[in-house]
């Protein structure tokens, strides 16, 4: 999809982006959206476009490291609670407690009694999350081998995407097929009636954001909440000139001839 074509059909979902999430404040929802898929599939440029027109307050982001020598030893689900969100907050996880399910299992990081530990968990965990108010949506972004691929070598040849590659992603690229069988084997087990995946195709990644965000907001109720009254009065006086004070700005950065 052509960069152009995109922002034209994102600017009115922007707009109801934003008004989802005013609905959201007056009403003390909380959404939260977990966003899974395969490395480079595109959670992140998905999480961008979900939070850029959000205030920042309200909508947050998680995206946690590996867990500490103390997080390893509490209850596995833990370490995601304290980040859950609270009234009137939209909180979006870049990786959630999936990861179990996934790169831990395929790399060795967990072992099979604790995979299926997790998948007896999980189910019963989410219930209570959905019982208790939260509203949550579980995405899984799709693209297969040749996508991946192409993405990987992207970010291997620009220095502003290279911090995305680590040696896990090396070592996951040889694991193709057993991340396809972790990843059927964990929606088995957790595609409930109260906490569905969806699955969103995104060998197109700007096609895919705008098929994520259109399917979340057509999940959510009706959200025309107007706008809180804001008394603006008129200055009462020509703008003043800016004041710098003591301090001179710095120089400004140059510009190229047009």
Known sequence: MKGKTYEKLMAPLELELV???????ATGERVCVLLEGRDTAGKG??????SAPLNPRQCRVVALAKPTEAERTQWYFQRYVQHLPAAGEIVLFDRSWYN?????????FASESQVAAFFEQVPVFEKMLVDDGIRLFKYWLSADQQHQEERFAER???PLKR???????????TKFA???????AMFAATHTPHAPWTVVDFNDQKHGRLTLIRDLLDRLPDTAVPDEPLDWPALGHAPLAEDFGVLQPIAP????DV
Request: proline share 6%.
């Open 253 to 256: 950065f140059p510009l190229p």
């Open 156 to 158: 291997l040849s620009d």
């Open 45 to 50: 440029g998905t999480i961008n476009a979900l």
């Open 100 to 108: 179990r399910a996934g790169v831990e299992r395929v790399m060795g």
């Open 19 to 25: 008004a989802m999430a005013r609905w959201a404040k």
């Open 163 to 173: 911090w995305k590659l680590s040696p896990i992603d090396v070592a996951s690229r």
């Open 178 to 184: 057993e991340y396809t069988a972790a990843r059927e």
